[in-house]
């Protein structure tokens, strides 16, 4: 399968817990996009590189959040001290820079904060 | 006033029906116009784009624009079962920002 993949799929944590999330995207993209979406919304940006220069992060982006793409290949999210509200589906996508419009979506990451 | 709206649903139709989905957006800057599809438990996949006001056609889907009345539609003709999703309609700016609607919930009736 080339398409892009996530893991964990699910994560169950205790509030207050970190949690990290990794993202490989199609391999010759190189932008890559974390999104959020919750419950009836649709995706909402939080952040994206271009290789592994971290270019735009979204005010939805708190300080407890970090994302990072080291060599411009794989990405992680990382969560600390997580809340109740950070319970959602993170998805991450991918696409070429000249397509930028068409963006390749992972399955996402489900995290549910307890 | 949000940027796009979209209704929620769920809109159920049976079998064969002819879907019409669509989408209202406030901001005139956006350039393309797009269809997501999203299944239970999955990531969007894009189903369709428009860069202008018109009418797109693939397959059994439709996409259409009207940029001075700021509304997109998108048309399913003939129906399947497998239609059965969540449709997420998306607009990308000059700075490249996607917005993306709440999504309709979508089922096909067998």
């Known amino acids: 399968d080339t398409g892009v993949s996530q893991d964990p799929r699910h994560k169950i944590t205790k509030r207050g817990q970190n949690v990290t999330f990794r993202c490989d995207p199609i391999s010759e993209h190189n932008r890559l996009y974390w999104y959020r979406q919750t419950l009836g919304q649709g995706p909402e940006f939080l952040t994206y590189?271009?290789?592994?220069?971290?270019?735009?992060k979204s005010r939805l982006l708190s300080d407890r959040f970090s994302a990072e793409r080291p060599k411009g290949s794989f990405s992680t999210l990382e969560i600390q001290r997580t809340e109740q509200g950070d319970s959602a589906m993170y998805l991450c996508a991918s696409s070429l820079a000249q397509g930028a419009f068409n963006r390749f979506f992972g399955p996402g990451t489900r995290l549910t904060v307890l | 006033q949000k940027e796009v709206e979209q209704d929620p649903g769920p809109l159920s139709v049976p079998e064969g029906a002819i879907v019409s989905l669509n989408c209202t957006y406030s901001n005139s800057a956006f350039q393309y116009f797009m269809w997501y599809r999203q299944y239970s438990r999955k990531g969007p996949e894009l189903l369709m784009y428009?860069?202008?006001?018109g009418n797109k056609e693939d397959g059994r889907f439709t996409a259409q624009v009207d940029k001075s009345s700021k509304y997109i539609s998108l048309f399913i003709r003939d129906s399947q079962p497998s239609d059965s999703a969540t449709y997420l309609c998306?607009?990308?700016?000059?700075?490249?920002?996607?917005?993306f609607g709440k999504g309709t919930r979508l089922h096909i009736l067998p």
């Open positions: 428009t860069y202008s006001s």
């Open positions: 998306a607009m990308r700016s000059s700075d490249d920002k996607i917005i």
């Open positions: 590189f271009q290789n592994e220069a971290q270019l735009e």
